[in-house]
Every structure is written in structure tokens, then in C-alpha cells.
């Protein structure tokens, strides 16, 4: 601003001008503000933003028109929490997430028990942040999909958790203008959902590598074609894929693909490849392989691919379903809080989990030493020491011991290329310990 009169010059402002001093910030459009600026009731302006009650078309597109002119953006959370509230009002509840089961009678009796682990991880995440999930079988002696449409956005619910399905699952009869969710298994396109799943991949990698370090040779693998394919054939792949690049380290067989696990042609497949271990899903070929002269884990072993389908004490994977379960409803609520309705995904996203090894009596805690294999020399140079004798108030003096020692080993058949023998870790101090010493 101008100084007195006169001076011709011009003092600073203490205080910095900004956009704000001229232009304040608008209030944000709240439902009551937009009910106001149309004419209509609170009532009439909730209902046509929720997609709920009797509102003429035309009315419904003035509200929607109206609400994104002026940047309305309704919270996706609050029908849902007011519900509640009316029906119990001491509940600290937030949300309800919607867990979805299709009901198909060809799906094995352990799909159960894998979908009661995502369950529980579901349920426990959801009630660490405030919500709640309940279950709905829908389908084949379940209810409708568009009944539970309805019941769906009579009730709030807008999030949904989808278990996993046999076959490919399609719920595009669900109003996903109103819904956001996630599927618990590999792939959904009706609608295009983002997932969560177990990355058998890597577990059927990480399963080679433990298997080659312990001296398996011969790996085999049996596997139902449909078990395969509903998981884009993962295991299959994995496995062929180790095999063909481990220098021939490792002889991947050919794999045993059958839709029923039948004695006679596991005996004929076990005895024509002569694998020293199989990895599948039914621990029941473990009395085959006994009855075809296997001793497990001495000279064979079995790893079971899902621990879930066998209540046999045996190594192999925990697929985690209880964390796959967490992370999707985490996913769902994530969705939730930044309003994702109606957005059909381009491409959708997918958190895979990496399973979890679990150790079992059926394959060798440590790699296998073979009988009557050629020695492998070991040269251990052991440095001078000089003691102090306990008898060198005698005479003795001090001791010196030094030596270069050459001892033979068998070779361990686990044994790679430039990998030292492992159970000669502790043997150049065994060796010291009987060297001679000469006094100075």
C-alpha cells in the first residue's frame, strides 16, 4: 500500500496476499444443499441417489445431473452405517461385507473346509476394522442371485467378497453399479473383478528347490486335469519349467494326469518312471508307493501340494486361504473408501500369496548319503598353534601342532557342482583333535 502522501514509495504488506483473500472457499454440496437447489425433498434426493423407493426417471437423472455439477460425492459407507444404526443403536458397527458362495455340487467336499478358512481370515480382519461379514449361498439350493440383489441394497450392502467357484463363476446378474468386489481365486470376467489367490507358481518352485537340496532326483507329478486347469495350470507349468532348466540336476518326469486316482494306473506309472518323489494332492498314494517298495522318507518321499485335502501327518503347502480371505476383504474396504461403483476395471488387479512349506515325515529332514558311493578326498590345512602345556613347568615346554590332513569321505548324492559334502562341516576340528604334538 502507498505510503503518506508525498513520499512516492510503497510498503510491503506484513502479511502475504493469497487467491483466498478474494475468492472464498465454497462450502462443499451436502445432500440437504442439493435437496434445496432442486426443489425436492431430503428424502426424494436420497432415494434417487441410491437407486432405492418409487422416483420417476426424470427425477432420478435431474439428482444425478445436479450432483455431479456440483462435485456431490455421497460417503458409501453411511446408508449402510444408518441402517445398522436404526436396527441397533449401542453397535459399534461400520459396514457389512457381503461373502458370496455359489452352490455347486461338483465341488469337492475339502472346497469346504478351504472356504471356512477364508472365511474366519475374513470375518477376523473385517471385525479389526470395524465391520462384519455374513454369508450368502446363492444358486442351486441357495437363494437367487437377484434376490440377493435385492436383499443386498435393501440392507446397505455394498461390498462383496466372492469364494472361490469350481467352474468359471459369473455374478454379472449382481447390479455392480451399486456393488464393488473381490474374487478369493485366480480369474473372474463376468464382471471383470480384482482377486486374490494363492501363488502356486511359486510354492510348486519353492517345493523343487527344497526337494533338489535334499537330494530328490526324480521328481513326479500327479494331478487331476480339471484341478489343473481351474488354476491356468500353475503347477504343471512350474513344474516342467524347474525341470527343463537345472542342467539335468533335475529329471522332471512325465506327469500322471487323471481325473479319478485309481491303484492300478498310479502302480504302473510309478513303477515305469521310478520317481523318488511325488507331489500331489491325495495322500493315499502313499501306501501305493509302500506297496511298490518305497521306505518313506528313507529312499522316497511325497509332498502333499494343498494340507487341507489330507488329515495324514505329511510334508507340503498351507495354502493360507485364511490370509487370502483377509487381504480380499481389506481389498473390498479399500474399494469402499473411494466410492469404486460402477468403474469396470480395464485390467484388473491381483494379490497373489505365497504358500507356506510346512515339514513332514514323508520326505527326508536331510540330504541321503549313498552306500558304497566313490570317496571324495577332502584336504584340510589346519594353521600352527602354540598351547600352553599344562606340564610346562615340567620341562616340556611349549607344543606345536600343525599339519596338513587328507581325509576320505563318501559323496553325498545331494551334492551340486562346487557345493562342499555337508555333513563334513564339523570334521577338520575332529581331525585336529587327534593330530600329534611335538614339543618345542
Same mark, same amino acid.
Given at each position: 500500500?502507498?505510503?503518506?502522501?508525498?513520499?512516492?514509495?510503497?510498503?510491503?504488506?506484513?502479511?502475504?496476499?493469497?487467491?483466498?483473500?478474494?475468492?472464498?472457499?465454497?462450502?462443499?454440496?451436502?445432500?440437504?444443499?442439493?435437496?434445496?437447489?432442486?426443489?425436492?425433498?431430503?428424502?426424494?434426493?436420497?432415494?434417487?441417489?441410491?437407486?432405492?423407493?418409487?422416483?420417476?426417471?426424470?427425477?432420478?437423472?435431474?439428482?444425478?445431473?445436479?450432483?455431479?455439477?456440483?462435485?456431490?460425492?455421497?460417503?458409501?459407507?453411511?446408508?449402510?452405517?444408518?441402517?445398522?444404526?436404526?436396527?441397533?443403536?449401542?453397535?459399534?458397527?461400520?459396514?457389512? /461385507?457381503?461373502?458370496?458362495?455359489?452352490?455347486?455340487?461338483?465341488?469337492?467336499?475339502?472346497?469346504?473346509?478351504?472356504?471356512?478358512?477364508?472365511?474366519?481370515?475374513?470375518?477376523?480382519?473385517?471385525?479389526?476394522?470395524?465391520?462384519?461379514?455374513?454369508?450368502?449361498?446363492?444358486?442351486?439350493?441357495?437363494?437367487? /442371485?437377484?434376490?440377493?440383489?435385492?436383499?443386498?441394497?435393501?440392507?446397505? /450392502?455394498?461390498?462383496?467378497?466372492? @469364494?472361490?467357484?469350481?467352474?468359471?463363476?459369473?455374478?454379472?446378474?449382481?447390479?455392480?453399479?451399486?456393488?464393488?468386489?473381490?474374487?478369493?481365486?485366480?480369474?473372474?470376467?463376468?464382471?471383470?473383478?480384482?482377486?486374490?489367490?494363492?501363488?502356486?507358481?511359486?510354492?510348486?518352485?519353492?517345493?523343487?528347490?527344497?526337494?533338489?537340496?535334499?537330494?530328490?532326483?526324480?521328481?513326479? @507329478?500327479?494331478?487331476?486335469?480339471?484341478?489343473?486347469?481351474?488354476?491356468?495350470?500353475?503347477?504343471?507349468?512350474?513344474?516342467?519349467?524347474? *525341470?527343463?532348466?537345472?542342467? *539335468?540336476?533335475?529329471?522332471?518326469?512325465?506327469?500322471?494326469?487323471?481325473?479319478?486316482?485309481?491303484?492300478?494306473?498310479?502302480?504302473?506309472?510309478?513303477?515305469?518312471?521310478?520317481?523318488?518323489?511325488?507331489?500331489?494332492?491325495?495322500?493315499?498314494? /502313499?501306501?501305493?508307493?509302500?506297496?511298490?517298495?518305497?521306505?518313506?522318507?528313507?529312499?522316497?518321499?511325497?509332498?502333499?501340494?494343498?494340507?487341507?485335502?489330507?488329515?495324514?501327518?505329511?510334508?507340503?503347502?498351507?495354502?493360507?486361504?485364511?490370509?487370502? *480371505?483377509?487381504?480380499?476383504?481389506?481389498?473390498?474396504?479399500?474399494? @469402499?473408501?473411494?466410492?469404486?461403483?460402477?468403474?469396470?476395471?480395464?485390467?484388473?488387479?491381483?494379490?497373489?500369496?505365497?504358500?507356506?512349506?510346512?515339514?513332514?515325515?514323508?520326505?527326508?529332514?536331510?540330504?541321503?548319503?549313498?552306500?558304497?558311493?566313490?570317496?571324495?578326498?577332502?584336504?584340510?590345512?589346519?594353521?600352527?598353534?602354540?598351547?600352553?602345556?599344562?606340564?610346562?613347568?615340567?620341562?616340556?615346554?611349549?607344543?606345536?601342532?600343525?599339519?596338513?590332513?587328507?581325509?576320505?569321505?563318501?559323496?553325498?548324492?545331494?551334492?551340486?557342482?562346487?557345493?562342499?559334502?555337508?555333513?563334513?562341516?564339523?570334521?577338520?576340528?575332529?581331525?585336529?583333535?587327534?593330530?600329534?604334538?611335538?614339543?618345542?
Amino acid at each position: 500500500m502507498r505510503s503518506p502522501a508525498g513520499s512516492g514509495t510503497f510498503r510491503l504488506l506484513s502479511t502475504p496476499f493469497t487467491p483466498d483473500d478474494c475468492f472464498p472457499a465454497m462450502a462443499s454440496p451436502t445432500l440437504r444443499s442439493l435437496a434445496r437447489s432442486l426443489g425436492l425433498s431430503h428424502a426424494t434426493v436420497s432415494a434417487a441417489l441410491n437407486g432405492r423407493g418409487r422416483v420417476r426417471p426424470e427425477t432420478v437423472r435431474s439428482v444425478l445431473e445436479a450432483a455431479k455439477s456440483a462435485g456431490y460425492q455421497m460417503n458409501p459407507l453411511t446408508s449402510a452405517v444408518m441402517s445398522e444404526v436404526r436396527r441397533s443403536r449401542n453397535s459399534t458397527f461400520r459396514g457389512t /461385507i457381503a461373502a458370496l458362495e455359489l452352490a455347486e455340487t461338483e465341488r469337492p467336499a475339502y472346497g469346504a473346509r478351504y472356504h471356512a478358512d477364508i472365511l474366519r481370515g475374513a470375518s477376523e480382519r473385517a471385525a479389526s476394522l470395524g465391520f462384519k461379514v455374513e454369508l450368502f449361498v446363492v444358486g442351486a439350493g441357495g437363494v437367487p /442371485i437377484q434376490r440377493v440383489d435385492t436383499i443386498l441394497k435393501a440392507r446397505g /450392502i455394498r461390498g462383496v467378497v466372492l @469364494l472361490p467357484a469350481w467352474h468359471a463363476p459369473d455374478v454379472s446378474a449382481l447390479d455392480w453399479d451399486h456393488h464393488v468386489g473381490v474374487y478369493t481365486d485366480y480369474l473372474i470376467e463376468r464382471p471383470l473383478l480384482a482377486s486374490v489367490y494363492p501363488d502356486h507358481y511359486r510354492a510348486m518352485m519353492a517345493a523343487l528347490q527344497k526337494l533338489r537340496a535334499l537330494g530328490y532326483r526324480r521328481p513326479g @507329478l500327479l494331478m487331476a486335469p480339471l484341478q489343473d486347469e481351474r488354476i491356468q495350470h500353475r503347477w504343471e507349468a512350474a513344474f516342467l519349467a524347474f *525341470g527343463a532348466n537345472t542342467d *539335468g540336476l533335475i529329471e522332471a518326469l512325465p506327469c500322471l494326469k487323471t481325473p479319478v486316482l485309481d491303484r492300478g494306473e498310479f502302480l504302473q506309472w510309478f513303477r515305469e518312471y521310478e520317481p523318488d518323489v511325488v507331489l500331489g494332492h491325495h495322500a493315499e498314494v /502313499i501306501a501305493w508307493m509302500q506297496e511298490a517298495g518305497a521306505s518313506l522318507p528313507e529312499t522316497h518321499g511325497f509332498v502333499c501340494l494343498n494340507l487341507l485335502m489330507t488329515k495324514a501327518s505329511c510334508a507340503g503347502f498351507d495354502l493360507r486361504p485364511a490370509l487370502v *480371505g483377509a487381504l480380499a476383504l481389506e481389498q473390498v474396504v479399500a474399494q @469402499l473408501h473411494r466410492n469404486e461403483f460402477g468403474r469396470q476395471p480395464e485390467v484388473a488387479a491381483a494379490i497373489s500369496v505365497p504358500p507356506q512349506w510346512v515339514d513332514g515325515p514323508t520326505v527326508r529332514s536331510f540330504p541321503r548319503v549313498l552306500r558304497g558311493a566313490a570317496p571324495s578326498r577332502l584336504n584340510f590345512l589346519i594353521p600352527p598353534v602354540r598351547p600352553r602345556s599344562a606340564r610346562a613347568d615340567q620341562g616340556l615346554g611349549n607344543l606345536n601342532c600343525s599339519a596338513s590332513v587328507s581325509i576320505a569321505v563318501p559323496a553325498p548324492d545331494h551334492c551340486l557342482p562346487g557345493e562342499p559334502p555337508l555333513p563334513c562341516a564339523g570334521w577338520p576340528l575332529f581331525a585336529a583333535a587327534l593330530l600329534p604334538c611335538r614339543p618345542d
